[in-house]
């Protein structure tokens, strides 16, 4: 007895030997990668062992980041819409397998066929093929992403391979609605947050009652109508502003609603506190609300990952692989990512909003979780400081050598600034100098529309355009070259990133279309048919 007391005591030293070098790590890593502030939370063997919070909750500004600040989790939002409809599966009301247009009648996505037979298990295991996404930038509720989903075309084969679709979760946010009577953000929180005490956990930016709706960006690429935002506009929340590197230094973000009521995609507020809850819950640590079998299900991988659903997924895995290669193919199931990890199974998922980044990685077999909150996505925009956060915590609860991921992510990162310098010179040297649109600035102002994203307008800015969209964004058109603009996607008064606009002027001197050189624009923008008053 005496010699098994001893050995506990020295495991236990050892262990806080080993958190006391993570804090140290993480405080590093925070200030190398630029980070205002971050949250950082460990479990073992179903006890929470470490949770901490660091840095600023707004740059510049005295308030400090604690296990209970409120976060936009984005993406994490995913495994809890996954869990939502587990609920409705064990209450005998849907099966995975099921059409979703049996309890969806109005599902429709531009193929007939694939709207017959999109099954509930292919909304959210990624195995559509149908991706979308104009919402981020157009504010919608749930309803009006089901009606826009089909002018939605195919862009993968169906079940063929992981094609990443946040229209598709949030048409499994309205199945939910539509067959439990109550609206997602309703059912989350009373069937999710609430059996897991998870009580600062709400289901949207707009509904948390945290903000006046002049803080609040009404989209992801919105603007707020006041034009910014900062902790002082929320005095009675602890909540983390997000931020955005700018060449002249970090800038302040608004929160974004990423839809009207709540997003199944990804609109989900919390704080660390509450995370590490739901994470206890994912490792058979917490409260039953599912089936064994159930959760299980939720965990199994459902379609390989072909092709990286992100540059930072990419570069993550290549850096794992060079330390532990894997044995299996990433491959995603229901709200999780499933890779190995030190020939280990992680089940891992990343969320974002614009400025804001978060990261679950976990390892059942272990019982071992790292939950990472932030916000910003630190140097270079990539992402990448959560993820060397969590494999970091992860090598240290495994018990084996600490790999220094931070430092090794850095290097990409820095490899990447000089490929990026280079490529934004190559474009530089493309340019066409001297050139004139074919028309005067005049004709290609109006409003234009395609059936995914709705109506956009043109407008004359002085001596430039602007693509404006009323209430929700206002954005330069810089003339480059012929009839070809860079479009400034900004908020805020912060330049987020760049895209090129080729408009299409035809023989007889007239705009047709554009093409707006951005994915979540949803494609070729026609001018709108100008139809005639009724007599």
């Not at 506990?8 to 262990?15: D, F, H, L, N």
């Not at 295991?125 to 009006?144: F, L």
């Not at 935002?229 to 974004?256: R, Y």
């Not at 606009?501 to 047709?512: E, G, I, N, S």
Request: hydrophobic share 40%.
């Amino acid at each position: 007895m005496f010699l098994w007391g001893a050995v506990a005591c020295v495991e236990a030293a050892t262990q806080q030997v080993s958190l006391q070098r993570l804090d140290a790590y993480i405080q590093q890593a925070q200030q190398d990668w630029r980070v205002p502030g971050v949250a950082v939370g460990v479990i073992q063997n179903g006890a929470v062992i470490w949770s901490k919070g660091y840095g600023a909750r707004e740059i510049g500004k005295q308030p400090r980041v604690d296990s209970g600040t409120l976060f936009e989790i984005g993406s994490l939002t995913k495994a809890m819409a996954a869990a939502s409809l587990g609920i409705l599966v064990d209450e005998g009301k849907l099966s995975w397998d099921d059409p979703v247009i049996e309890h969806l009648p109005s599902f429709r996505v531009a193929d007939p066929w694939l709207s017959r037979n999109i099954t509930v298990r292919d909304l959210v295991a990624g195995r559509s093929g149908v991706e979308g996404g104009a919402y981020a930038v157009v504010p919608m509720d749930t309803k009006q992403v089901l009606r826009t989903a089909v002018h939605v075309p195919s862009r993968g084969a169906f079940r063929d391979s992981l094609l990443y679709s946040n229209v598709m979760y949030d048409i499994a946010g309205e199945l939910v609605a539509e067959v439990s009577g109550m609206s997602w953000g309703e059912f989350v929180e009373r069937r999710i947050f609430q059996p897991l005490r998870m009580g600062s956990s709400r289901a949207s930016a707009d509904t948390a009652g945290i903000w006046d709706a002049a803080y609040l960006a009404p989209s992801m690429y919105g603007q707020a109508p006041a034009g910014r935002a900062g902790i002082e506009n929320a005095p009675d929340a602890n909540v983390a502003m997000p931020h955005w590197h700018t060449p002249q230094g970090l800038k302040a973000l608004p929160w974004q609603i990423s839809q009207t009521g709540g997003s199944a995609a990804g609109s989900v507020v919390a704080n660390l506190d509450d995370m590490l809850k739901w994470v206890q819950f994912n490792l058979g640590d917490g409260p039953p609300l599912l089936r064994t079998s159930t959760l299980s299900e939720l965990h199994t991988p459902q379609i390989f990952v072909r092709k990286s659903p992100s540059n930072s997924f990419s570069l993550v895995q290549r850096a794992i692989d060079q330390v532990s290669p894997s044995e299996s193919t990433a491959a995603y199931a229901m709200g999780w990512f499933v890779q190995d990890y030190r020939k280990h199974r992680m089940l891992n998922h990343g969320g974002a909003l614009l400025g804001g980044l978060s990261v679950i990685a976990m390892i059942p077999e272990r019982d071992i979780a790292v939950v990472v909150l932030a916000n910003s996505y630190g140097r270079d925009g990539m992402g990448l400081m959560t993820w060397a956060i969590a494999l970091r915590a992860l090598d240290v609860l495994l018990q084996v050598e600490p790999h220094d991921w931070s430092g090794e992510l850095l290097n990409v990162v820095k490899r990447r600034d000089v490929e990026s310098a280079a490529e934004q010179q190559r474009v530089e040297q493309s340019r066409l100098r001297g050139t004139r649109p074919s028309l005067p600035l005049q004709s290609y102002v109006g409003e234009y529309e395609n059936a995914e994203f709705g109506r956009i307008r043109v407008d004359q800015v002085g001596e430039g355009l602007a693509l404006r969209l009323p209430g929700v964004f206002d954005w330069r058109l810089e003339h480059w070259h012929n009839d070809t603009f860079r479009l400034h996607v900004s908020t805020s008064g912060v330049d987020l990133m760049q895209f090129f606009l080729t408009f299409q002027v035809d023989q007889a001197a007239k705009v047709r279309s554009f093409d707006g050189g951005w994915g979540v624009l949803g494609g070729r923008f026609v001018p709108t048919v100008q139809r005639p008053e009724p007599n």
